[in-house]
DNA sequence: CTAGGTGCTAGACCCAGGTCTAGGTCAACA
DNA sequence: TGTTGACCTAGACCTGGGTCTAGCACCTAG
């Protein structure tokens, strides 16, 4: 039987990361037990390994930087006992994201009234430019330049 | 002491950008029209200045990369014409944002479940780690968080 | 007059997070 | 039997986005 172990190359393709990234992770102890090697040295990764990584690539894409990656699968690794630790990090996190998601929706808005307002002027063929300095007629009366 | 100009200082408390940042934002050209200099060489920045590089603030919050910022600042420094160029770069910016909603709001469900899972273990006092690969030598037959 | 504060440029430095290379091991297949 | 392809380690390299330094120019106050 496969046993369920996947070599680094299978991992890659499943996680979407690449076989040095997944390398990498691992020496900077990212995860949160060690990878199996098999007879002649080879990665072997289970079920658990995969699950943790695609986690791992979840929090990457919602910006936890690898440091502190690191630091929560340390509080893994160590088994329990830490959970409270655990949760704090988490909930550290989870603010962390709230914050990004509001300030991309502000962002978002943003985006969405230029647009809109593009999109007015390129069907109107108007003349004016949306996002433009206005052509001032006569900027200050008294202004060196 | 125009009071239609601010300095370098000024604009950095503003925007909360470093005066280095703000220079090489410059150098970057990241702005959308020159800044202008006093007499003896100091940046002057406008209103408008100060208003565009509040929205490159948000445009980097947002993951917008200054290279792309640079396209945008070129285009507006181009003046009218470009309109269409410039409603492209919005789009697809907007997407990405929406793309970015998405994925942090998954990754915000999995920390919400995993916050949640271990307040409960806490608040019981429970024994069974809530994210620890089962220490059992037969394979799981059903793995959950 | 002198000092402090702010500004200027050019360019070095730094950190995070990958990405790639060199040189080697292994197993399978034609 | 030799070639291929996936894998191994150690370590160099790269990019993005700042951040800091040196050395100098102004202005204003004491």
Redesign the pocket.
Known sequence: MADSGL????V?QHTGL????L??YEREGLLASEVR?D?????VYSAWDIEWLTNCVRF?ASGM???TIGRLAKLVREGSGNEAERLKLLREHQRHIIEQLTQLRDCLALIDGKVASYEQHLAAGASGDPWQQQPQPAPAPDERD
């Open positions: 070599s680094i190359g299978q890659a690449s076989v040095h990234t390398r990498l090697r007879g002649s040295g080879r990665r990457r930087p690898l440091t």
